[in-house]
């Protein structure tokens, strides 16, 4: 297992609602990951990339948590998309959902992980890093709070739960913000996604690396119309912009962009309603909270499938809108926040872990309040 790297506090700054990329990335580590064995190692070779992890675990514990929050990014900023919800985390009072650890998970091509170019980007590559982060971690039940296209690796890990007579890692609630869950149902506009993976999009993208108007021009459909004359989200749009940048990412967009298709492919493999019918019959319950924006141009037709296909699951199953665009994390972070602790309060997590992760070396942070240390 991995050893956790020293403990972090996150910088004071003049505005302490506002995090930057530079101290998201601070408050984790790179670590190897083996995408031919699907699993994480002590050392870099030359089948590994690395990849940016950050997990934050409670001051107090004193012996492993059964239960985890399990983070997973979508498009563009990655993992840094959820640096606000993770500082309302930090400072929320509720006493029981400070006390279960965060994992928050970065996929090859964003944030802080490698981003090369000849590189099999997938859903199934990105569900085996994070079955491999939850090993490493010994992450043994965990609530998943998913965005953008992590919808898709959610479904994936859905169907190997489902498919396998044991499961290390036991999936029991979810939140999906944005999420494509038919195949049928995307409606990313001409100039977005599929762009991408047009010559013109490739070269757009080279463009972007340096040319802030370039890169703008890609990120204006992300936010509502009322939430892009905030002077809160220019300076967001600036750390958007160094994610993306970091290790030279913005040539990488075009050949991580292929997920709808990808999707359609494997429609059959992903299809909810027959996992949510086999789950049940293996007495396995999990909560499904499904959250869609009224100005996201990308998903805003998935709501409304998921309300129609699903209704039979109902009320395991719940569909709400909210107001805001595609970066409802963004936008409505105190909404997000209170749906992931509702979720999380629905764990019972007083029980203890038989099995030990790698948590015994590690150094937690003196300070009293807040309770919380990241430790990757």
Not at 137 to 164: A, H, I, K, P
Not at 233 to 247: C, D, M, N, P, W
Request: aromatic share 10%; charged share 20%.
């Amino acid at each position: 297992m991995l050893r956790p790297a020293s403990s972090f506090s996150r910088n004071d700054s003049s505005d302490a609602s506002f995090i930057t990329a530079e101290e998201w990335f601070a408050g984790g580590r790179r670590a190897p990951f083996d995408p031919q064995q699907k699993r994480m190692v002590s050392t870099s070779n030359a089948n590994t990339v690395n990849v940016f992890q950050r997990v934050v675990y409670p001051v107090s514990a004193s012996t492993p948590p059964s239960r985890w929050l399990t983070f997973l990014p979508g498009f563009p900023d990655g993992s840094y998309g959820f640096a606000k919800v993770d500082q309302r985390l930090e400072d929320t009072t509720n006493s029981t959902v400070r006390q279960i650890p965060r994992l928050y998970v970065e996929y090859v091509g964003q944030g802080d992980s490698d981003k090369p170019v000849n590189y099999a980007y997938s859903t199934m590559e990105r569900a085996d890093l994070v079955e491999a982060q939850w090993r490493a971690n010994g992450v043994r039940r965990t609530v998943v709070v998913t965005f953008d296209f992590s919808s898709l690796v959610l479904m994936e890990l859905l169907r190997r739960q489902m498919e396998r007579s044991f499961s290390s890692t036991c999936i029991e609630h979810v939140l999906i913000l944005n999420g494509g869950l038919f195949a049928d149902g995307h409606s990313h506009p001409w100039n977005t996604t599929p762009l991408l993976q047009t010559r013109v999009g490739r070269f757009g993208s080279r463009m972007a690396q340096h040319s802030n108007w370039m890169l703008n021009s890609m990120l204006r459909p992300l936010h509502s119309k009322s939430y892009r004359s905030k002077q809160t989200r220019r300076r967001e749009l600036v750390e958007i912009r160094k994610t993306i940048r970091r290790h030279k990412g913005t040539s990488v967009l075009p050949v991580a962009a292929g997920f709808v298709r990808e999707h359609q492919k494997y429609s059959d493999r992903w299809n909810l309603y027959n996992i949510l019918t086999n789950l049940q019959s293996q007495n396995q319950s999990i909560t499904f909270e499904i959250v869609g924006s009224n100005e996201d141009p990308f998903e805003h037709r998935q709501i409304n499938l998921a309300r129609q296909r699903l209704q039979p699951f109902y009320p395991q199953v719940r569909t709400e809108r909210i107001p805001g665009g595609h970066l409802s994390i963004a936008e409505r972070t105190q909404d997000i926040v209170a749906r992931i602790e509702a979720l999380a309060l629905k764990t019972a997590i007083a029980s203890v872990s038989s099995v030990s992760p790698s948590w015994s070396n590690v150094v937690t942070s003196t300070r009293s309040q807040p309770s919380w240390t990241a430790i990757y």
